[in-house]
C-alpha cells in the first residue's frame, strides 16, 4: 500500500497544504522546526487516528483556527483507492472513508497501515510498562480491528469496576452481587485481551528472533516474553477467564480496600530477553536500540503476513542516530515495494548508495518545496 496524496488544512504550521508523494522514498529535507515532523505525523494521524507526540488532539488544530483537515488517498494492490479523511475539531474528531462517516474509529482504523521509527522508540525498551502497552495495543490494534473493539470494551468494563471498587471502599454500597458482575464481565474481556496479545507476540517472536540475529551477527538471541501474575502463554482464553474470575473472587478484600482492580492485563508487561538476560535490566544502550529496530522491522514483517501488504514506514529523525551498521541494516531492509518518508536535516546524513531515487520535498517554514536532486 502507499499514499498517493496528502492534504492538509490548518494543521500545525501547515495552513494549506496538497501534495503527491512518490510510492518509493520520500525525503522531509530541513532545518529544525519547519514542520518536517509534522508531516509525518499527519500521516500517523490520518493512519491511526492519533498523534504519537501528543495525546491531546487539539494541540495540532493550527493556532488560531477552529478545526483541521488531514486527508490523503491509499493505493492498495497497485489500483484500488481509498480516501481517506479526519477532521480534528475542538468536540473531537470525525473519520470518513470514500466520504462514508465512521461511526466507531475501530472500523476506520487499519485500512492505512504504517510503521514508525524515531528516537523515542528506545523508550518502549528501556521504560515503563505502560509504554510496552500502549505500543503492543497500538500495533496489534492496527492489524486487528477485533482486538482494538475489545481493548475498548475492556478499558470501558475495568472503569465502571474501578469506580465501583471505590464506591465500596467508601462505604456508599454494599452490594457485593454487582461488583460479581462487574467482575465476570472484567474476566472475560482480560481474556480476550491476555490471549490476543500472547498469540501475536508470539507471532512477532517468529519473525524478531531472525533479524536481531541477523543485526547482531548471530551474536543474540532475542526472546520476547508476556509478564503476567500468572503463566499466560500457553493457555486458552477458558483457562485465562477461569483464571482471572477465581483471582477476584480470592481477592475482592484487598481490592475494595484499595479501590482499585489489582489485576488484569493493565498491569502486564512484555520483556525482552537477550540471551536469556532482560535487556533492560542487563543490556547496553546499543544492544536496546538494536532491539528497539529488531521490534520495528519484526513489525513491518508481522503487518505483511496479517494484511498481505507492506505498512508505509515513516523515519522521524532516525538515521542521525542510528550508527552506520544499524542504519546500513534499517536501509537495506526497505525494498522497493515499501512507500518509505524520511525526515532529516541534511542528506549527509542519509547513506546515499541505500536510497535509490528519492523523492525529495525540501521544507520551509510550513510550505513545500520539491526538487530535482
Ligand atoms: N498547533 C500549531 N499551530 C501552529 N504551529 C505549530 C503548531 N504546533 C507546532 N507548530 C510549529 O511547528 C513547528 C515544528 O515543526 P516540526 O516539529 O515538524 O519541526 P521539524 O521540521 O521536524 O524540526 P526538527 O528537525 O527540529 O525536528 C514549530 O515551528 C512550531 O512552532
Redesign the pocket.
Known amino acids: 500500500m502507499f499514499v498517493r496524496d496528502l492534504e492538509l488544512q490548518n494543521y ?2 501547515y495552513e494549506s497544504l496538497k501534495i503527491e508523494f512518490s510510492p518509493k522514498i520520500n525525503v ?1 529535507l ?10 509525518l ?1 499527519a500521516m500517523y494521524f490520518l493512519a491511526l487516528t492519533r498523534s504519537h507526540r501528543t495525546s491531546n488532539d487539539k ?5 488560531g483556527s477552529d478545526f483541521a483537515r488531514i486527508s490523503g488517498t491509499v493505493i492498495k494492490d497497485n489500483s484500488s483507492r481509498l480516501k481517506m479523511n479526519l477532521v480534528i475539531s475542538k468536540s473531537g474528531k470525525k473519520a470518513k472513508l470514500n466520504n462514508l462517516e465512521q461511526r466507531k474509529l475501530s472500523s476506520y482504523i487499519g485500512n492505512l497501515n504504517v510503521v514508525l521509527f524515531s528516537p523515542e522508540d528506545l523508550s518502549i525498551v528501556k521504560g515503563n510498562p505502560t509504554i510496552r502497552r500502549k505500543f503492543v495495543d497500538m500495533e496489534f490494534g492496527q492489524i486487528s480491528s477485533q482486538y482494538l473493539k475489545t481493548v475498548s470494551q475492556f478499558r470501558s468494563v475495568l472503569k465502571q469496576r474501578n469506580f465501583y471498587l471505590k464506591k465500596l471502599q467508601h462505604h456508599e454500597t454494599k452490594d457485593l452481587v454487582y461488583l460479581d458482575v462487574l467482575s465476570d464481565q472484567l474476566a472475560a474481556y482480560c481474556a480476550e485481551v491476555t490471549h490476543t496479545r500472547v498469540t501475536f507476540l508470539q507471532r512477532l517472536q517468529v519473525f524478531i528472533q531472525k533479524i536481531h540475529a541477523k543485526i547482531t551477527e548471530g551474536q543474540e538471541n532475542l526472546q520476547l516474553r508476556y509478564s503476567s501474575f500468572f503463566e499466560a502463554e500457553d493457555k486458552s482464553v477458558e483457562d485465562i477467564y477461569n483464571l482471572y474470575k477465581a483471582t477476584y473472587k480470592k481477592n475482592y478484600r484487598r481490592e475494595i480496600q484499595r479501590g482499585v482492580t489489582l489485576y488484569g492485563p493493565h498491569r502486564d508487561d512484555i520483556k525482552f530477553l537477550v540471551n536469556d538476560k532482560n535487556v533492560q535490566d542487563f543490556g547496553s544502550q546499543g544492544q536496546q536500540r538494536s532491539v528497539a529496530l529488531s521490534l520495528k522491522l519484526a513489525e513491518v514483517e508481522l503487518i505483511k503476513e496479517e494484511v498481505g501488504d507492506y505498512p508505509i514506514l515513516l523515519l ?2 532516525v538515521l542521525s542516530e542510528l550508527d552506520q551498521k544499524r542504519q546500513t541494516h534499517l536501509l537495506s531492509s526497505i525494498g522497493d515495494n515499501i512507500q518509505t518518508f524520511i ?1 532529516t ?1 541534511s542528506l549527509d546524513d542519509v547513506d546515499r548508495t541505500l536510497i535509490k531515487d528519492p523523492n525529495v520535498l525540501t ?1 520551509i ?2 510550505k513545500i518545496k520539491q526538487e530535482e536532486i
Open positions: 500545525r504550521n522531509f530541513g532545518r529544525n522546526a519547519q514542520g518536517k515532523t509534522n508531516l505525523e494541540d495540532l488544530i493550527k493556532w522521524d529523525d525526515t536535516t521544507i517554514d510550513g
